[in-house]
Each structure stands twice: as structure tokens, then as C-alpha cells.
């Protein structure tokens, strides 16, 4: 009996890797780009899908899957054709392709519960998920005067959600960790790593009609092109076309493991025919330390108008900046642009941009942004060189056809940064591509360079990755990679990875050995995770590392992941060594 099921459960078809869909919706060339918050939205969105032929299409912009022009094609054709039936049927709409639409797969179903003529059913019951977490790692560090320095560190976590028919919402998480160091008396606890900050509750309200969202708790704002407001995450590179455009989701609840930061208050949305408007408060730093900040505690509203097309929008907030911008698209090309006036540091930005095909297989991207010197760049997100919105000019061009992407990035600063320097600049290029070489065989490559006339040496990095599907064992992969940086010195990186992906169980095993003498010089390969757990090591030193990886689903309610690492190298004279491993339980019921 158990020999039979070991045998059905090998012989079933195999669950398909769908991190480069999380790129392509991204606009990440890597994953090393993303970060925690990033990744576990689309981990949620994985878990409960949406329904491609009954959310509404505010719903899949509020995702981030679609924008304005998208929702309103898709919107459009199922009032007049009815239910679409397969992805290849959406790849076929305007504004979509057939990337896109296998992207999109991963998180849509295509299931309908109201058959045309019929009326919608009933409230559907409430669900729920509930995910507990533990991570434990040891890590100690050999130094000449120092034979030993240990730490052991437990962190666990707990998060709930609750859907009910989509109409209310509500969710927690958070997690603790407690350093304990090992002594001859026994373990002895350092300071444990929790506050306020690393609770996220929210209880959200979405409405039907006039009444969009109403919201209580840990959030996120984000708004236009990122100028005025946009919190969480945001790319500061540009290495695809798609990362050239962001994607405004409005009022997004926030529940997670991790401690990255969120929006705390109250917000609401509300709409009438084309127009929206957004209301929202943040007192997180009052919460916290019981003290006002006037640059981090605000009000904030947005009135919007839009239609098939696109969508204008005017936002103010009390910490002193206004903008005015929009998005609009017309026969496959997109025009985007943002305004902002910085009252307190009488400074201005801006951002404008257009994307659009050409030759029928080609896509294409054009961005110009300002960022004055003075300008306030806290809560930005908009397209940019380095970290911050201010002190930047800068062009940037993207092209993408099929399997490659090509991107630059120049951009000048107007007060320089280098006392030696009168002006300084940077510039960015990356190169992307994948090729499928026949037989299972398949390379993705990718290379970028940084050159400044300031600061930091001039950066290079060069990265490939093979990897190789048997025919007649399509349930198995094997990948190995190489990574070279120059900078101070040259970095170097080698890996392999064995995937088993089956229905109900998933194995990766990952080995590799690095050499990076100098810091600059270190490279960065992400290491799979449960969902809600983003991990991407820094690899310096000389040394090696070994992780593994599982996920298994015994039940149809009940998913379990575990995650083991471990990593011996050594890093100007000092021996660092360090095993971790961590279990998650995921309940939906």
C-alpha cells in the first residue's frame, strides 16, 4: 500500500517554479532585488488567488497585478463575451500578452460560481489561515584573542488571517527574537528584539458600492508615481522595462513575521462613477513613543479621476508636500508623470515617463526624472538611482524582446556629492537574457557594471546559471551557477541546486562555495524560504555554505515548510560559523 502511494504520488505531473512570475510583476531581474514584504505579498496572493471572472476590477489593481487600462479591457470583455476560459483566451486581450498572462496564472483562477444570466450566490463562509513559525540559529565566530563567541538565537512567530466573502478582513502577525549566549553556567538571555513596532494588526472593510475601503491598523499608501507618498517597497534600480512604471495600489492591509516597518492608523477610500477619493492617518511614531513627529506622523488624502484610459490623481499630506500626476494608456503605449512641491524645503521633483511596442515583438522604455537637492524624499518610492528621491537628474531607456532585457541608467547630481568633484554622476546598465538550448537545457545570464566618478571603484558583475530538466523526469531540476564582482578585489561564487517538485512535496538542495576577500566585493544568491521568510545571505570571505528546503502539503487545509542552513568562512582572520533551521505550519480552515 504505502509502495503504491510512494509510486502514484512520483508519477504525478510536476508544480512549476513560479519566482519568474514574482519577477515579471515585480519588475525585479533577480530575486536578490526583492525583499521580505514583497515576497510575502505575492506568497498571499499564491495562497488565495483571485477570481480572474468574478473580482471586481478595483481588486487586481489594489493587487498589483493589473493597472487601470488592464482592468477595464478585462472588465469590458467579460460584460460583453462572458467568462473567460483559459489564459491563452486573456493573452489575446488589448494591454496583455502572453508573458503577461502566463505570469498571471500563478495568481488567478479561472473558476466561476456565477454562471451568465444567473444571480451572483450567496455570502460565501468566512475563511481563515493560521501560520506559526519558529527559526533557531547558532552562529560563533573564532578570533585569535577570542577562541570562541557563540550565540544562539530562537525567533518565533504567529500570523492569522481571516477572509469573510471578501467583504471584511482582518489579520495579525508578528514575531520575537531572544539572543541567548552560552555560558559555563548555562545560557545566558541577552535583550529581547520586540516592541510595538513588530505587531501588525489590521481589520479592513471593503465596500460594494460608493464605499471602496475602510481600514484599522498597520497599512500601506500607495499613491501615483511614488513622489508624494509610497510606502513598502520599491525598487531603487531600473534593471527591466517593467521597473520604469509603478503600479499604485492604493490602501493595502499589512500583516507579516517580519519587523519591516508599516503605516499605523486609519484610512478609507470612497467612489462615485469615475472619481475616488482617499482619506488616511498615520500615528505610528506617536503610538510607539508617545511623542508627535511631525515628519513621520501625517494626514493624507488623494481625489482621483479615471476611465478606461487612465487615471489622474491629486495627492497632499500635512507633512508638507502636494503632487499632481497620472497614468494613461492608448493602443499599447503607456504615458506616466508625476509632479511634486515640497512646501517645507520650497523644492520641487518630478517624473515622466512612456512605454510602449514596437516591431510587433519589442518593448520599450523611456523615463526623465528631477529630484531637487533640498526635496524631502521621506515616504517616496519613485523611480531612482540610489536610496533616496533627492539630489538626482536622470534619464533612463529599457528594451525588451523576447528572452532579453537591456537597461541604462544615468543620472547627475546638482549639489555634488565629492568636495573634489564639481559635478558628480553615476551610471547603471544591466543585461539580461535566457536561452532555451534544447533537451532540457536552459542558461539565463546576467550582467550589470556601476560607474561613478565619485566615492566607490567602479563595480562590474557577471552572473549564469544553467540548469537542466531530464525529459523523461520532468519532476526533477538540477542548476549550477557562477558569479564574478570586481570592485576592490574580484569576488567569486559558485553554486548547485537540486529541485524535486511534485504536487505535494517540493525539495531543494543548495551548495556552493565563495571567495570575496574585501566587502565591496561580496555577492548576494537568495535561498528558498517558506512564504512570509525572505532570505538573501551576503557572501564575503572565503568559505562555503549548504542549505535545504521542503514543503510539503499532507492535507488539503494543511501546508508545512522547513528550512536548514549552515555556512563555515572566514573573513579577515576571523572563523565565522553558523547553522540555522527554522518550521512553519500553515492551517487554512
Same mark, same amino acid.
Given at each position: 500500500?504505502?509502495?503504491?502511494?510512494?509510486?502514484?504520488?512520483?508519477?504525478?505531473?510536476?508544480?512549476?517554479?513560479?519566482?519568474?512570475?514574482?519577477?515579471?510583476?515585480?519588475?525585479?531581474?533577480?530575486?536578490?532585488?526583492?525583499?521580505?514584504?514583497?515576497?510575502?505579498?505575492?506568497?498571499?496572493?499564491?495562497?488565495?488567488?483571485?477570481?480572474?471572472?468574478?473580482?471586481?476590477?478595483?481588486?487586481?489593481?489594489?493587487?498589483?497585478?493589473?493597472?487601470?487600462?488592464?482592468?477595464?479591457?478585462?472588465?469590458?470583455?467579460?460584460?460583453?463575451?462572458?467568462?473567460?476560459?483559459?489564459?491563452?483566451?486573456?493573452?489575446?486581450?488589448?494591454?496583455?500578452?502572453?508573458?503577461?498572462?502566463?505570469?498571471?496564472?500563478?495568481?488567478?483562477?479561472?473558476?466561476?460560481?456565477?454562471?451568465?444570466?444567473?444571480?451572483?450566490?450567496?455570502?460565501?463562509?468566512?475563511?481563515?489561515?493560521?501560520?506559526?513559525?519558529?527559526?533557531?540559529?547558532?552562529?560563533?565566530?573564532?578570533?585569535?584573542?577570542?577562541?570562541?563567541?557563540?550565540?544562539?538565537?530562537?525567533?518565533?512567530?504567529?500570523?492569522?488571517?481571516?477572509?469573510?466573502?471578501?467583504?471584511?478582513?482582518?489579520?495579525?502577525?508578528?514575531?520575537?527574537?531572544?539572543?541567548?549566549?552560552?555560558?559555563?553556567?548555562?545560557?545566558?538571555?541577552?535583550?529581547?528584539?520586540?516592541?510595538?513596532?513588530?505587531?501588525?494588526?489590521?481589520?479592513?472593510?471593503?465596500?460594494?458600492?460608493?464605499?471602496?475601503?475602510?481600514?484599522?491598523?498597520?497599512?500601506?499608501?500607495?499613491?501615483?508615481?511614488?513622489?508624494?507618498?509610497?510606502?513598502?517597497?520599491?525598487?531603487?534600480?531600473?534593471?527591466?522595462?517593467?521597473?520604469?512604471?509603478?503600479?499604485?495600489?492604493?490602501?493595502?492591509?499589512?500583516?507579516?513575521?517580519?519587523?519591516?516597518?508599516?503605516?499605523?492608523?486609519?484610512?478609507?477610500?470612497?467612489?462615485?462613477?469615475?472619481?475616488?477619493?482617499?482619506?488616511?492617518?498615520?500615528?505610528?511614531?506617536?503610538?510607539?513613543?508617545?511623542?508627535?513627529?511631525?515628519?513621520?506622523?501625517?494626514?493624507?488624502?488623494?481625489?482621483?479621476?479615471?476611465?478606461?484610459?487612465?487615471?489622474?490623481?491629486?495627492?497632499?499630506?500635512?507633512?508638507?508636500?502636494?503632487?499632481?500626476?497620472?497614468? &494613461?494608456?492608448?493602443?499599447?503605449? #503607456? @504615458?506616466? =508623470?508625476?509632479?511634486? %512641491?515640497?512646501?517645507?524645503?520650497? *523644492? $520641487? /521633483?518630478?517624473?515622466?515617463?512612456?512605454?510602449?511596442?514596437?516591431?510587433?515583438?519589442?518593448?520599450?522604455?523611456?523615463?526623465?526624472?528631477?529630484?531637487?537637492?533640498?526635496?524631502?524624499?521621506?515616504?517616496?518610492?519613485?523611480?531612482?538611482?540610489?536610496?533616496?528621491?533627492?539630489?538626482?537628474?536622470?534619464?533612463?531607456?529599457?528594451?525588451?524582446?523576447?528572452?532579453?532585457?537591456?537597461?541604462?541608467?544615468?543620472?547627475?547630481?546638482?549639489?555634488?556629492?565629492?568636495?573634489?568633484?564639481?559635478?558628480?554622476?553615476?551610471?547603471?546598465?544591466?543585461?539580461?537574457?535566457?536561452?532555451?538550448?534544447?533537451?532540457?537545457?536552459?542558461?539565463?545570464?546576467?550582467?550589470?557594471?556601476?560607474?561613478?566618478?565619485? &566615492?566607490?571603484?567602479?563595480?562590474? #558583475? @557577471?552572473? =549564469?546559471?544553467?540548469? %537542466?530538466?531530464?525529459?523523461?523526469? *520532468? $519532476? /526533477?531540476?538540477?542548476?549550477?551557477?557562477?558569479?564574478?564582482?570586481?570592485?576592490?578585489?574580484?569576488?567569486?561564487?559558485?553554486?548547485?541546486?537540486?529541485?524535486?517538485?511534485?504536487?505535494?512535496?517540493?525539495?531543494?538542495?543548495?551548495?556552493?562555495?565563495?571567495?570575496?576577500?574585501?566587502?565591496?566585493?561580496?555577492?548576494?544568491?537568495?535561498?528558498?524560504?517558506?512564504?512570509?521568510?525572505?532570505?538573501?545571505?551576503?557572501?564575503?570571505?572565503?568559505?562555503?555554505?549548504?542549505?535545504?528546503?521542503?514543503?510539503?502539503?499532507?492535507?488539503?487545509?494543511?501546508?508545512?515548510?522547513?528550512?536548514?542552513?549552515?555556512?563555515?568562512?572566514?573573513?579577515?582572520?576571523?572563523?565565522?560559523?553558523?547553522?540555522?533551521?527554522?518550521?512553519?505550519?500553515?492551517?487554512?480552515?
Amino acid at each position: 500500500m504505502f509502495f503504491c502511494l510512494f509510486l502514484s504520488l512520483f508519477l504525478s505531473s510536476p508544480v512549476e517554479d513560479w519566482m519568474p512570475a514574482v519577477l515579471l510583476l515585480s519588475g525585479a531581474s533577480a530575486p536578490e532585488e526583492l525583499d521580505e514584504g514583497e515576497w510575502e505579498r505575492f506568497s498571499d496572493l499564491r495562497a488565495r488567488p483571485l477570481s480572474l471572472n468574478e473580482a471586481a476590477p478595483q481588486q487586481f489593481i489594489d493587487a498589483g497585478l493589473l493597472d487601470e487600462y488592464q482592468a477595464a479591457v478585462l472588465e469590458d470583455y467579460r460584460r460583453r463575451c462572458g467568462d473567460i476560459l483559459s489564459f491563452e483566451e486573456l493573452a489575446l486581450l488589448d494591454g496583455f500578452s502572453r508573458e503577461l498572462a502566463g505570469a498571471l496564472r500563478f495568481f488567478l483562477t479561472l473558476g466561476s460560481t456565477s454562471p451568465p444570466g444567473r444571480p451572483a450566490p450567496a455570502a460565501r463562509p468566512a475563511r481563515h489561515e493560521l501560520t506559526a513559525r519558529t527559526e533557531v540559529s547558532l552562529s560563533r565566530r573564532d578570533t585569535p584573542d577570542k577562541p570562541m563567541q557563540a550565540t544562539l538565537t530562537p525567533s518565533p512567530g504567529l500570523k492569522y488571517r481571516m477572509d469573510w466573502d471578501g467583504r471584511l478582513q482582518a489579520g495579525v502577525g508578528s514575531s520575537v527574537s531572544l539572543p541567548l549566549s552560552p555560558q559555563a553556567a548555562g545560557l545566558t538571555p541577552g535583550k529581547v528584539n520586540w516592541d510595538l513596532s513588530a505587531l501588525h494588526p489590521y481589520l479592513c472593510w471593503n465596500g460594494r458600492k460608493w464605499t471602496g475601503k475602510v481600514l484599522v491598523g498597520d497599512y500601506h499608501l500607495r499613491f501615483l508615481q511614488g513622489l508624494c507618498l509610497w510606502s513598502g517597497f520599491s525598487m531603487s534600480g531600473l534593471s527591466t522595462p517593467s521597473a520604469f512604471v509603478r503600479r499604485p495600489t492604493g490602501i493595502s492591509p499589512y500583516a507579516a513575521f517580519s519587523r519591516t516597518p508599516a503605516l499605523r492608523g486609519a484610512a478609507a477610500s470612497f467612489r462615485y462613477g469615475g472619481w475616488e477619493a482617499t482619506v488616511a492617518g498615520n500615528i505610528s511614531s506617536l503610538l510607539l513613543t508617545g511623542a508627535f513627529s511631525a515628519d513621520k506622523d501625517f494626514v493624507a488624502a488623494e481625489i482621483s479621476w479615471g476611465g478606461r484610459h487612465g487615471r489622474l490623481g491629486l495627492t497632499a499630506m500635512t507633512a508638507g508636500k502636494t503632487s499632481l500626476g497620472g497614468r &494613461g494608456s492608448w493602443r499599447g503605449t #503607456d @504615458l506616466f =508623470g508625476e509632479l511634486c %512641491w515640497d512646501i517645507r524645503g520650497k *523644492s $520641487w /521633483a518630478a517624473t515622466a515617463g512612456c512605454a510602449f511596442s514596437f516591431a510587433s515583438r519589442f518593448k520599450g522604455c523611456v523615463s526623465l526624472r528631477y529630484y531637487a537637492p533640498d526635496f524631502s524624499s521621506g515616504n517616496c518610492g519613485a523611480v531612482r538611482a540610489g536610496t533616496k528621491c533627492a539630489n538626482e537628474a536622470g534619464v533612463a531607456i529599457g528594451v525588451q524582446g523576447s528572452g532579453w532585457t537591456l537597461t541604462a541608467d544615468a543620472c547627475l547630481h546638482p549639489r555634488s556629492r565629492d568636495a573634489s568633484c564639481r559635478h558628480t554622476a553615476q551610471l547603471k546598465a544591466v543585461a539580461t537574457g535566457r536561452w532555451a538550448l534544447g533537451k532540457g537545457w536552459a542558461l539565463d545570464v546576467r550582467a550589470s557594471l556601476r560607474l561613478r566618478n565619485y &566615492g566607490e571603484k567602479q563595480k562590474y #558583475d @557577471l552572473r =549564469g546559471q544553467a540548469s %537542466w530538466q531530464p525529459p523523461s523526469v *520532468s $519532476w /526533477a531540476t538540477l542548476s549550477a551557477g557562477a558569479s564574478c564582482c570586481r570592485c576592490d578585489a574580484w569576488g567569486f561564487l559558485l553554486w548547485l541546486e537540486q529541485s524535486v517538485q511534485l504536487p505535494s512535496v517540493s525539495l531543494y538542495l543548495q551548495e556552493g562555495w565563495h571567495r570575496a576577500p574585501q566587502w565591496a566585493d561580496r555577492l548576494y544568491l537568495w535561498r528558498r524560504s517558506a512564504p512570509g521568510s525572505f532570505s538573501v545571505p551576503a557572501r564575503y570571505g572565503e568559505g562555503g555554505f549548504l542549505s535545504f528546503y521542503l514543503s510539503w502539503k499532507p492535507l488539503r487545509t494543511l501546508k508545512l515548510y522547513l528550512r536548514a542552513g549552515w555556512q563555515d568562512f572566514t573573513y579577515q582572520s576571523v572563523r565565522h560559523r553558523s547553522a540555522d533551521a527554522a518550521l512553519q505550519l500553515s492551517w487554512a480552515f
